[in-house]
């Protein structure tokens, strides 16, 4: 991700013949990088809410719809329903803050409310 000036790159693991594959049939495939990580691709201002922490490809949140292509959703609750934050590329707009890559967080994120938008480069080999 490019923020400003400063570029951060993290490989995600992941068999797959292709990342078109990973992504066009909406199926959550998970990932492990772990909430720390996530953020550490935005830097020290990056928020995330403290549960759920569900990561990977087509990752969403039951009840509010919220999802992401490839990233970390986070909530308040102890669940995954209600989700609002979210770090990663190609997010949807249910927050109402047409940024699809970076970091949106609101209500209790662990560094405030966020709303850091980000250029995402994807390389796949």
Do not use: P
């Not at 999802?67 to 329903?81: A, K, T, W």
């Not at 803050?97 to 966020?114: L, P, R, S």
Request: proline share 0%; net charge positive; hydrophobic share 35%.
């Amino acid at each position: 991700m490019k923020i400003g000036q400063q570029i951060k790159f993290e490989v995600i693991a992941k068999q797959a013949n292709s990342l078109y594959s990973l992504l066009a049939d909406g199926q959550f495939s998970s990932t492990s990088l772990g909430r720390t990580t996530w953020k550490t691709l935005i830097g020290s201002q990056a928020s995330l809410q403290s549960n759920c922490n569900k990561e990977g490809f087509n990752a969403f949140c039951t009840a509010k719809r919220l999802s992401i292509r490839i990233g970390i959703l986070g909530n308040n609750e102890n669940d995954c329903d209600s989700c609002d934050s979210r770090i990663g590329f190609g997010a949807d707009n249910y927050l109402g803050d047409n940024n699809t890559c970076g970091n949106v967080a609101i209500h209790a994120g662990d560094n405030g409310n966020k709303n850091i938008r980000a250029i995402g480069y994807i390389l796949v080999q």
